[in-house]
């Protein structure tokens, strides 16, 4: 079973030298989450408030001391200092921007990541953000599935077309030659769980579903995928497990998951110097049996 991890709040510099230890010490991947903006005093909830189990954030998700990042930008530069780890956006909010410009962003990171590059996406959650961005937060659904078309035929080369209710797009052209970027969508209700399954190459967890939920998500999704015209392409799902001790991990490869991530600040500590960091990494991976 692989074991990557997932960050989030991280400043930028020091998420170079996370990548770079985590790609060292073995682990399979790295996600990064994002938001664009802190809106002021926002209302909104994070959906995973009301799913089971302890969530691994607690009170604002975003608040003034979070470290904000552009994800595009940030593995762009982590693809540049690692080589064999697998990067990937934890998620992106693809219905706050233009798809075409997502399109040539997520193209150059393939690039500099060398096909180690997944784009995983999600609706967003938080009004005050597309209202501050201008989007109108009742079409976010209906963006995020056409911006996927959007993106889709963007990277198959050539001329892009599309006609639809938000985006009407000719004459013009993202790349020259194919471009292959595994989408993987994010949320855990059942109508996230049916998109997933119907439109994407995987799913990545949102929060930190508990051990028996995420039994009872993994078969689910399998269940929906089996249901759709793409059962018999591959389906990666990828789970947020809390906490940092091997005796979970058993029981995941027990259960027979594939891949599990493990919040980067269970075993990247904040609040002491780069070099203690990287030791408390490195000790870590031993101990969870990273190869």
Known sequence: MKIGLTAYDVHAR???????????AGFSSLWLGEHVVLPIGYASEHPTKVQPGVQHHTGPIVSPTTELVDPLVQLGAAAAVTERIE???????????????VARSACTVQELAEGRFSLGLGFGWLEEEFDALDVPFA??????????????????????????????????QVTNRPTTIPLM???????????????????????????????????????????????????????????????????YEDEGFDEVLIWADRVWPGQQPLPAKREALFAAATALGVA
Do not use: C, Y
């Not at 990067?87 to 992106?92: C, D, M, Q, R």
């Not at 990277?155 to 209710?165: A, D, L, P, T």
């Open 14 to 24: 020091e998420f170079l030298a996370l990548a770079a230890a985590a790609d060292e």
């Open 87 to 101: 990067l990937a956006t934890g998620i992106f909010i693809l219905p706050l921007r233009h798809p075409l410009a």
């Open 139 to 172: 079409e976010r659904v209906t963006r995020f599935e056409e911006g996927i078309e959007v993106l889709r035929a963007a990277w198959s080369s050539g001329e892009v077309k599309h006609e639809g209710r938000h985006f009407s797009i000719s004459g013009v």
């Open 185 to 251: 969508l994010g949320g855990n209700s059942e109508r996230a769980l049916g998109r997933a399954a119907r439109l994407s190459d995987g799913w990545f967890s949102s929060g930190t579903p508990p051990f028996e939920e995420a039994i009872r998500l993994r078969a689910e999704l399998q269940r929906l995928r089996a249901e759709t015209d793409r059962a018999s392409e591959p389906f990666k799902l990828v789970f947020r497990m809390e906490g940092a001790d091997r005796a979970m991990i058993r029981r």
